[in-house]
Structure formats: structure tokens, C-alpha cells
T-cell receptor, first 113, second 108 residues
Framework: DAGVIQSPRHEVTEMGQEVTLRCKPISGHNSLFWYRQTMMRGLELLIYFNNNVPIDDSGMPEDRFSAKMPNASFSTLKIQPSEPRDSAVYFC???????????FGAGTRLSVL | AQRVTQPEKLLSVFKGAPVELKCNYSYSGSPELFWYVQYSRQRLQLLLRHISRESIKGFTADLNKGETSFHLKKPFAQEEDSAMYYCALIDGANNLFFGTGTRLTVIP
């Protein structure tokens, strides 16, 4: 298994543009998590899904952020419009259930200029 | 309320010295606690979980319910231990909380 796959690995965009981050969880895992990592705040949970259904999105910073999971093998995190303060590394993780060990993707480094 | 607190953002120790990364939690029930590690240019990965009572790469962590702590320890630090370490807690509702992380630097 290739593990959790995220794309792109790096994204550089201009303020105001729409950004879409993608994640493919490990096959068979029922829970998927999106995190944001910054130097100041460390690792923050943005949202997580159970069986494709969003369970807790209280970590989503603003309405500019949205996440979808149309099927068990794909999820997107969208920022529209993007702002410089959104610059961070965004991680996706999956687990068998919400209570199991989470396996992380390599992350997407986003830079908003 | 902050569920997991890692008081040190940065920690430097010399190679061969003991290392302790502190983690305190706030939860009234029985939490499940983890340590995750992120080495340079690698993805975040699980280091150990308290229910396994295991030692991984020489690291151990004991859950102290009286002090609500789950400190990560290693008796002799190695250069390859330099990384970012995150303490994490799962509560009874399956919510996962991470601390803000501690960057460990082992000085040769």
C-alpha cells in the first residue's frame, strides 16, 4: 500500500486565488482527517470524516475553507479565496476508525503570496 | 480548552544525554495518549501509544494520571532523534487533540 497520498506536494499561489488540496486515504480506512501545521500553532485538526460524512468541522478557520469527501477514496480541502495567512503545511491522515492510529500523508506545502 | 499542552516549543540536548519531552493533558475521563514524530522531510508518524506500553527507538512514555502527564523519555539521545514531536490525546468521543509540538535538537 502506498499509504496516504496527497497532491500537490507544493502549491504556490497568489492571494485571492482558489486552492484545492487532494487526498487519497489508505484503502479500507473509514476515517479521514485534515490538519494544518504552522510554526506558531503546531498541528491543528481542521475537519474529519467518518464513512465519508463530516463529523467535526469546528477546526475549520473560516467560511473560506471547505472540505468534501465524495467517496471513500478521495477528499478535497478547498480555500477560496486564499490569503497569505493560509500559508502552511496541510496534512491528510486516515485511520481504520476514528479511534485507531492515524497514518499521515506527506503533506502539501502551501504558499500564498 | 486546551486538551494537550507541550510547554516546550524547542528543546536542545547533547548527544548521549537523557531527554524528556513534556506533555500534560486535561481530560476527566480515561484518555488514550500517543506520541507522533516528524523527522526532517518525512511525514508525521506514530511513535508510540500508551496502551501498548512499548519502547520504540529507545523512547518510552508512562501515563501518570495523578499528574495528568505523558512525558516522552529516552536515556541517551542520538542525533537521529532530532525531529518534531507531537503529543496527542483521543477522548471518549473519539476526538483527537494534538499538542503544539516540541522541536528536539540533539547536538553532536
Amino acid at each position: 500500500d502506498a499509504g496516504v497520498i496527497q497532491s500537490p506536494r507544493h502549491e504556490v499561489t497568489e492571494m485571492g486565488q482558489e486552492v484545492t488540496l487532494r487526498c487519497k486515504p489508505i484503502s479500507g480506512h473509514n476515517s479521514l482527517f485534515w490538519y494544518r501545521q504552522t510554526m506558531m500553532r503546531g498541528l491543528e485538526l481542521l475537519i474529519y470524516f467518518n464513512n465519508n460524512v463530516p463529523i467535526d468541522d469546528s477546526g475549520m478557520p473560516e467560511d473560506r475553507f471547505s472540505a468534501k469527501m465524495p467517496n471513500a477514496s478521495f477528499s478535497t480541502l478547498k480555500i477560496q479565496p486564499s490569503e497569505p495567512r493560509d500559508s502552511a503545511v496541510y496534512f491528510c491522515a486516515s485511520s481504520l476508525t476514528a479511534k485507531n492510529i492515524q497514518y499521515f500523508g506527506a503533506g502539501t506545502r502551501l504558499s500564498v503570496l | 480548552a486546551q486538551r494537550v499542552t507541550q510547554p516546550e516549543k524547542l528543546l536542545s540536548v547533547f548527544k548521549g544525554a537523557p531527554v524528556e519531552l513534556k506533555c500534560n493533558y486535561s481530560y476527566s475521563g480515561s484518555p488514550e495518549l500517543f506520541w507522533y514524530v516528524q523527522y526532517s522531510r518525512q511525514r508525521l508518524q506514530l511513535l508510540l501509544r500508551h496502551i501498548s506500553r512499548e519502547s520504540i527507538k529507545g523512547f518510552t512514555a508512562d501515563l501518570n494520571k495523578g499528574e495528568t502527564s505523558f512525558h516522552l523519555k529516552k536515556p541517551f539521545a542520538q542525533e537521529e532523534d532530532s525531529a518534531m514531536y507531537y503529543c496527542a490525546l483521543i477522548d471518549g468521543a473519539n476526538n483527537l487533540f494534538f499538542g503544539t509540538g516540541t522541536r528536539l535538537t540533539v547536538i553532536p
